[in-house]
């Protein structure tokens, strides 16, 4: 299977331009392609991830992806999907954005022999003469067509309107692409659907600047069954980098999956196959359940690494038991199909003597303050009285509530401080 088809059956495609001849040109092994990252932040988030493994894809199938890092259009700014005018960034602030950029799409793609390219717009953008630029490249562009296109539309259209600054980002991811084709024999762009007309703009250049053909594949914006943007929570959103979004968190946020996005983000964001993936759709109950914990596996193996998804995994297992998940559900998956002995060994724990826990026992709040899930006696006894403490997953309600030898079972006890900190207490002696 072509890998556009591939990436049409996974759900990745919204838009190509010209299909019939993007099919034949990705047929030879070889090709390059590209997709741009905005360094407004150090870090990217799950929103990101469709574009990600769209070039892992591309990988796989033999082609060469580059991940283009906007430094020059970063100090512009891409009006598409935005209704006010983006934060002006300094040069410092993107270096480190980019620094950021660059780690996270290590894990995800290989750039080692030339099997893929980092590059940074910065390096040719930055020194283009403002006289020359126009003249070679503005006078291909009308600006009756520029305005027509939704992401200019849409800022023309809101009250702080469109600056001068972001009319020219068009032109200047336009000229990215003619660049590339032309430095490093790259045809093909791809994006999300709000980049539809910056991505057509650049396959134009191309044509009227170096007599090419080039190729356009937009993806669709992603949104949950409850109608949520992907990666956006309650508490914002979901980051690839592990000092914001932990390795855990990263998998609770696959595992909270609604049931009826199951199959469609395993089929974009894992790399199981479809004939497995489309064995989902009948599923409900516990097994439902099960293909969520391959899910968050999956996609935490691919962002962290395996390690790290086996850690996740131990730590959802202790907290919220084992799950037996049949050989048979995702047989491609590496998740562990039983409990090895080992789910625990990921929770932190603290050992006291037995004697703590004799007669009265010991006030709940005293030992969340020494477990060290709260700060202090008084913090213990405020987290207690607005429900977030938990005692072997039963919420306290008194915050001088004994614990004594009768609350552990098998000489130990779960202690819980809000969703997500939870530390075991060992009976020694």
Request: hydrophobic share 40%; with cysteine.
């Amino acid at each position: 299977m072509n890998v556009v088809e591939s990436l049409r059956d996974r759900g990745f495609v919204d838009n190509t331009t010209h299909e019939e001849e993007l099919i034949s040109y990705l047929s030879t092994p070889g090709r390059r392609c590209y997709i741009g990252f905005d360094p407004t932040g150090s870090s990217l988030h799950v929103g990101h991830l469709v574009t990600v493994m769209a070039l892992c894809h591309m990988q796989r199938s033999g082609h060469c992806p580059i991940a283009l890092v906007g430094g020059g259009t970063g100090m512009i700014g891409d009006p598409s999907g935005k209704t006010e005018m983006r934060k002006m960034l300094t040069t410092e602030t993107i270096e480190e954005n980019k620094a950021g950029l660059r780690s996270q799409l290590s894990r995800f793609l290989d750039f080692s022999d030339e099997k893929a390219f980092l590059l940074d717009n910065a390096d040719w953008l930055t020194g283009l003469e403002y006289i020359p630029f126009l003249r070679e490249v503005g006078r291909h562009f009308s600006v009756n067509r520029m305005i027509k296109a939704e992401s200019y539309r849409a800022r023309i259209d809101s009250d702080e309107g469109l600056s001068f600054i972001e009319f020219n980002y068009m032109l200047l991811q336009a000229y990215d692409f003619y660049e590339l084709s032309r430095t490093h024999n790259c045809y093909l762009q791809m994006g999300g659907s709000d980049q539809w007309g910056n991505i057509v703009a650049g396959v134009e250049l191309v044509r009227r600047k170096a007599g090419e053909t080039a190729f356009g594949i937009t993806f669709p914006l992603i949104m949950t069954a409850a109608g949520i943007k992907m990666g956006k929570t309650h508490k914002g959103a979901v980051w690839l980098d592990p000092e914001r979004t932990s390795p855990y968190d990263y998998y609770q946020f696959w595992v909270n999956t609604d049931d009826a996005d199951v199959e469609r983000f395993l089929a974009l964001f894992t790399f199981l196959p479809m004939e497995e993936v489309r064995q989902v759709a009948g599923l409900s109950g516990a097994d439902l359940n099960n293909a969520k914990a391959v899910l968050a596996f999956e996609a935490t193996a691919l962002c962290h690494g395996r390690e790290a998804a086996l850690e996740a995994y131990k730590s959802a297992a202790a907290m919220f038991g084992v799950k037996k998940i049949d050989a048979s559900l995702l047989a491609s998956s590496g998740i562990p199909r039983g409990d090895d002995g080992s789910a625990l060994d990921a929770v932190p724990s603290l050992e006291l003597e037995a004697s703590t826990f004799e007669g009265e026992g010991m006030p709940a709040f005293k030992l969340f303050a020494q477990a060290g899930l709260a700060q202090s006696g008084g913090a213990a006894r405020k987290l207690i009285q607005q429900g977030g403490a938990y005692v072997n997953g039963e919420r306290l309600s008194v915050f001088d509530r004994p614990i004594t030898r009768a609350d552990f079972e098998g000489g130990e006890i779960l202690l819980r401080a809000g969703k997500k900190r939870y530390l075991r207490v060992v009976m020694a002696g």
